[in-house]
């Protein structure tokens, strides 16, 4: 008992010191050396270095700086000097590069294709050449290039093959990229051309336009995308994760750009009219120049274009005028009332002698139509329908113009007067109308 409170006693006096060391002795006493805290803190620790005092911003003298400038300049004379031989192999391997490839070019752009096209009298060989000679060239200088600093790069850090192989990849994919989009626009050019030849196909040029601009987006989008992944090394599932969601919140923005989107869509399925077309949509009345994934480009006759967007020309009222098998053009003449029934009869007669004859008028299926129809307030009238056989506006008014002067020459010739707005007025006591003029003022 004794022993154990002076183990307690001991414990009470050394808080806040540390024990340094204890051993049991022979009898059972307990000896406890103590050492200050702080003592033995400072004793084991290490003690704090001064706080750097702030470096000073000088500008180097001129003469440090020309000493720094020719010392760097040795240093890469002394790089050059040891690499002399690797330097010669790319730029020799460079050089002869470019002379295979222009050797190869002007080899097969001279001899084969020039001798192919006089033979077969084929084009699409040469358009095929022209739309990949480029690209295609592009790509084996860059492969030439990479291939002749291999043994440059073998004696340089990992870090600049690694640059120069990336560099390999991006120029393949902009010469694939380049290469697709020259082939998009050969294609292009020829399935416009078949569709140019080929009767009833109107829209097909609109379809084609459309399909050309949808591949194109589609291959900038799958190369940006491997250059993204394969080049710059960035992680595109999150990013295509992330842009979906942007491009959630871009379609609920832009619902009448979509909504135009899939107006285009509908236009080249339905197929209402045709590049050329003479078109009436909501209120412009012109010649359709273009169909476009946002709106469609209509010139009006007075010179003006109007961009209508595809969504109001899918929903609206489309009036073809190009689509009409002929122009029909209905017209009246009137005659003053003191015509007789003679002369009304002779000028239908003259009538159907001018139009009956005329070639602008199918007379088995559309022969023109001539009645003596109305009795208007000042004139009586003949009514006159007739179909122009043709679709040029050109030609319908210079037949109009050929009409209108004969009938005026044999109108005059026969003594018909044309009538023009006019009234008559009756004095009271006129001796053609007493009685009922007297009856009326009776009544009155």
Known sequence: MRRFLLLLVSLFAISGTSFAASESLPDGKIVIVVKDFDIVRGATSTPAAPPAAPKKFSLMSPRDWYEGVADWCARV???????????????????????????????????????????????????????????????????GVFISAQPLLKSMPGIYSLIWLRLLLASLAVSTVWGLFRLIGLLDHFFQRRAERTPGRRMDSLLIDLIRKTVKVVVILIAALFILQNILNLNITSLLAGAGVVGLAIAFAAQETIA??????????????????????GGVDGMVEAVGLRSTQIRSLDGFLFCVPNRQVADGTIENIAMRPTIKCPFSIGLTYDTTPEKMEEACRI?????????????????????FTDYKDWSLNISVIVWFQTLDYLQFLRWKH???????????????????????????????????????????
């Not at 006089?118 to 699409?124: A, C, G, I, N, T």
């Not at 008028?361 to 559309?366: A, L």
């Not at 026969?414 to 003022?441: C, I, K, M, Q, W």
């Open 351 to 371: 009538l159907h002698e001018i139009l009956d004859g005329h070639p602008g008028f199918n007379m088995e299926t559309q022969p023109p139509i001539i009645y």
């Open 402 to 444: 050929e009409i209108n002067l004969e009938i005026l020459r044999r109108f005059n010739a026969a003594g018909l007067n044309f009538a023009f707005p006019t009234s008559t007025t009756f004095v009271a006591g006129d001796r053609n109308y007493p009685l009922e003029l007297a009856s009326n003022e009776r009544r009155s």
């Open 260 to 281: 135009n989107v899939f107006g285009s869509i509908m236009i080249v399925l339905d197929r209402p009219f045709s590049i050329g077309d003479r078109v009436r949509i």
């Open 77 to 143: 004379g002394e790089w050059f000097q040891d690499r002399a031989g690797d330097l010669l192999v790319f730029v020799i391997g460079s050089a002869v590069t470019f002379g295979i490839i222009f050797l190869l070019s002007f080899v097969i752009r001279r001899f084969f294709l020039q001798k192919l096209e006089e033979v077969l009298h084929v084009s699409f060989q040469r358009r095929l050449y022209e739309a990949f000679h480029w690209p295609v060239a592009c790509f084996l200088c860059c492969l």
